[in-house]
């Protein structure tokens, strides 16, 4: 089997919005059948066989995570969409979507998520 048979492996965690996020591009762009999605849910033993197979390819362990080709790994989100659009010729800002998700949910519960690691941080410095 060459490089260029080589099927992208995408490992999303229930319940984690940036593994939504490259969910909602891989469906919006089609792309479901040509990426082997492994899908897990929180503190089951999948987890920790992927984690296992995971950990010797990356610096730290974290989802989205991703095998795009044969030895390459990459744990960002924004990095596994940006490649898998790259390679099917598909640009995600005219993915309205994955747009709405990224501008507009996936936006407010990040600005939400920093929001309370400053108020945690405030009040522990308190």
């Not at 089609?30 to 929180?42: C, I, K, M, R, S």
């Not at 005219?94 to 939400?112: E, H, S, T």
């Amino acid at each position: 089997m060459t490089n260029t048979d080589f099927k992208p492996i995408v490992y999303l965690k229930e319940n984690c919005p940036f593994c939504l996020k490259v969910r909602l591009f891989l469906l919006e762009a089609g792309l479901t059948p040509d990426v082997e999605v492994h899908d897990f849910a929180p503190g089951t033993e999948q987890e920790d066989l992927i984690r296992a197979e995971l950990l010797p390819h990356l610096d730290r362990v974290s989802f989205p995570s991703a095998q795009l080709a044969r030895g390459r790994y990459v744990s960002e989100s924004d990095d596994i969409v940006a490649f898998l659009a790259a390679k099917a010729g598909r640009n995600p800002s005219d993915m309205p979507v994955y747009r709405n998700y990224v501008d507009g949910a996936f936006a407010m519960a990040m600005a939400l998520w920093k929001e309370n690691r400053e108020l945690k941080k405030a009040a522990s410095a308190a």
